[in-house]
Nanobody
Framework: QLQLVESGGGLVQPGGSLRLSCTAS????????IGWFRQAPGKEREEVSCISSTGTVRTYVDSVKGRFTISRDVAKNTVYLQMNSLKPQNTAVYYC??????????????WGQGTPVTGSS
């Protein structure tokens, strides 16, 4: 089963940027759709962005379009989420998750442990 480890979270001021990394082991990211999800305090988890197993389909929740970019480096077995123009309401624990041979992200195969992003006000 694919193992996922997130990193790159932290404290960021409004308008700042962070790049989250999701590094895989026991498998290769180009066999999986990898999604970034987040859960803010007191709220339900939501999908933020997804890259399909082929790497050709990338989707974003409306609230982050134009500010966040998902990408992957197959050689490093890592998927990234570049987050720009961050807002305090982006505060959440960010998770990556995997779906084998999929164009959609449901998190049916593997989840990471999460990395916290805290926007200061």
């Amino acid at each position: 089963q694919l193992q996922l480890v997130e990193s790159g979270g932290g404290l960021v001021q409004p308008g700042g940027s962070l790049r989250l990394s999701c590094t895989a082991s026991a498998g290769t990211v180009d066999y999986y759709a990898i999604g970034w999800f987040r859960q803010a305090p007191g709220k339900e988890r939501e999908e933020v962005s997804c890259i399909s197993s082929t790497g050709t389909v990338r989707t974003y929740v409306d609230s982050v379009k134009g500010r966040f970019t998902i990408s992957r480096d197959v050689a490093k077995n890592t998927v990234y989420l570049q987050m720009n123009s961050l807002k305090p309401q982006n505060t959440a624990v960010y998770y990556c998750a995997a779906d084998l041979y999929s164009s959609r992200c449901r998190g049916q195969d593997s989840w990471g442990q999460g990395t916290p992003v805290t926007g200061s006000s």
